[in-house]
């Protein structure tokens, strides 16, 4: 049988607030399967980016363990989750991840060369025509539109063709009529072998995903 893309047991994370231990993640567990698309909603506060920092290694869980592709994910030192990260998963931010000295096909160029096997030019290319950007190879970021930045992040996220898609708040700097074509880049562009967690406040992002999962209070809800 073949593993999940994502599998997280028993989640926990805690941290000190002056003499107080606060609860931000208790006894979470998620699975995504192949071909997948999962929507974490909750209010503020709720856990998700936590919950989101742990999927993708960049931090460590309390208890239980978070697997991808049947890899061990936690529980790691940060060299190998970073390896691990950079060939495995893709990660999309509501904030602009791209790096402003880089245009946008050298911040295409520095995603792909952590992956187990980089694109060629061509392949670069022909990812910014899927995202609308085959005419702004060449721009800086500072340069783009909140609507062309955001599909410059999710072509970063998405190079070398990661097994897991990770989102967090993926539309929220963007318009309404960019959120809607945003959406069907992120439904329509998903990993195919893979799977997505994308952790939204947006009706039209939860509305795209094969699943919804809602956390209160740092749980599963």
Known sequence: ????????????RFYRRGGEEVAALRDVSLTVQAGETLAVVGPSGSGKSTLLNLLAGLDDPDGGRVTVAGER?????????????????G????SSGLVEHLDVLGNLRLAASFRSAPPSKP????????????????????????????RANLAVALVGHPVLL??????????????????????TLRPARGGSVLVTHSEAVAAAADRVVRLVDGRVS
Do not use: F, K, N, W
Not at 79 to 85: D, L, N, Y
Not at 91 to 94: F, G, S
Not at 123 to 142: F, T, Y
């Open 123 to 150: 392949q670069l290319m022909a990812l910014l025509e899927m995202v609308g950007l085959a005419h702004r190879p060449r721009s800086r970021p500072s340069t783009l539109s909140g609507g062309e930045t955001a």
């Open 1 to 12: 049988m073949t593993a999940p893309v994502l599998e997280a047991t028993g989640l926990h």
């Open 73 to 89: 994910l936690s529980h790691q030192g940060g060299t190998v989750r970073a390896r691990i990260r950079g060939r495995l998963i």
């Open 166 to 187: 990770l989102a967090d708040e993926p539309t929220a700097e963007v318009s309404r009529p960019e959120e809607s074509a945003l959406v069907d880049l992120l439904r």
């Open 91 to 94: 990660v999309l931010t509501q």
